[in-house]
């Protein structure tokens, strides 16, 4: 028996954790005891990076436009505001923390990839359909007083 929406029944909660995990073990790797500070660049990459299933970024599916990111800053001119310094160390970690979030996905696709064979089909071959069983007992005829 499973729940709804309870995460260990649900693929995409588990894919979704999975990635969180790789992006945040790279990221106390990569930046050892800072890694604490380093979680809102985590976030901004993860909620910016493309999600094939809905072929967008989740802030660009959920506000509709892309989002200024620090790497965009210094198109806008806000890079003296800010200061040059701030901004290059923002980029480089974005940077770094899209490389890992590429490469773990590149790793869980291997292993999805292990499991999986292509399939091919010909034009007047057979094929066979895979139908569950059905569940419980199954009775026809009448059942009580409602029926005709």
């Not at 945040?24 to 500070?37: E, Q, S, T």
């Not at 806000?78 to 940077?95: D, F, N, S, Y």
Request: hydrophobic content about 35%.
């Amino acid at each position: 028996m499973s729940t709804a929406y309870h995460p260990k029944t649900d693929g995409q909660s588990k894919r979704t954790i999975q990635t969180l995990k790789d992006m945040l073990r790279a990221c106390a790797i990569d930046f050892r005891k800072g890694w604490v500070n380093q979680l809102p660049l985590v976030e901004f990459s993860y909620n910016n990076s493309y999600h094939a299933s809905i072929k967008a970024a989740p802030f660009e599916a959920l506000y509709g436009q892309k989002c200024h990111s620090p790497i965009s800053w210094t198109k806008v001119g806000e890079a003296q505001i800010l200061g040059p310094k701030l901004i290059q160390e923002t980029t480089g970690k974005i940077v770094q923390i899209k490389q890992r979030m590429q490469a773990a996905r590149d790793r869980q696709k291997s292993y999805a990839d292990l499991k999986r064979k292509p399939m091919e089909f010909h034009v007047g071959g057979k094929v066979m359909p895979k139908v569950s069983p059905w569940k419980g007992v199954v009775r026809f005829g009448k059942k009580g007083k409602l029926n005709p």
